[in-house]
């Protein structure tokens, strides 16, 4: 069950890889590193929807894709910093984090 | 017509992601056909709505109807729980999705 999560938070970081891509590729390169993390990102959110619902990983996939790229923004690419962001990210957070207990708590239920 | 394009891109999605359950029940060409034709067709209509909406908001309605579409769609075809604290942390992600796309 951890292994999926994991591999559903990798799925996610390739998502913002390609978003990044989408907007700031520029070269033959650059297309072909945005295609490749379109196809992991892909491939790894189907990998863990094996054993966690589609659902339930596809909102958490969203999620570190949205969070991810506007944390980059402000790093990367000087967009200003805003408090509303941060209080975004923290519901956001412990959404993801209360989907993953429930997730947890249901498939052991399951298994016994 | 932009909001038409918009829902048609969030129902694209919702098909995407029954696409992957397809995919894991069975892995056809069926299956990925359905996976990839309901992305496609997400991203083709995002583009088209794009063209007339703020990004940030097509961006973030788009967003919106995919995943909460997901999640029903999850639940009334793939037995996917109703536990109301499942579609609380759902709806936590879906809001603060949707914020972060609405002011970026």
């Known amino acids: 069950m951890n292994k999926s999560w994991n591999i559903l938070f990798l799925a996610g970081l390739f998502e913002i890889g390609w978003v990044v891509g989408l907007k700031h590729a520029n070269s033959v390169t650059t297309w072909i590193l945005t295609a490749i993390a379109i196809y992991l990102s892909m491939h790894l959110l189907i990998v863990a929807s094996q054993k966690l619902p589609a659902g339930t990983a596809y909102a958490v996939f969203a999620g570190i894709g949205a969070t991810g790229t506007v944390v980059l923004e402000i790093v990367l690419f000087g967009e200003p910093f805003r408090l509303s962001k941060i209080l975004l990210i923290l519901l956001l957070l412990g959404g993801v984090i209360g989907l993953k207990l429930v997730t947890d708590e249901q498939a052991g239920e399951q298994e016994s | ?104």
């Open chain 2, 1 to 104: 017509m932009s909001w038409v394009y918009l829902v048609i891109a969030g129902i694209g999605e919702v098909f995407g992601v029954m696409g992957i359950n397809k995919v894991n029940q069975q892995k056809s060409i069926f299956s990925f056909t359905w996976l990839i034709s309901g992305f496609l067709f997400s991203f083709l209509f995002l583009t088209l709505a794009m063209g007339e909406l703020p990004m940030g908001t097509a961006y973030a309605i788009w967003t919106g109807i995919g995943t909460a579409g997901s999640a029903i769609a999850g639940m009334i075809f793939y037995g996917e729980s109703t536990n109301w604290r499942r579609i609380l942390f759902i709806g936590m992600i879906i809001a603060a999705a949707v914020g972060l796309k609405l002011i970026t």
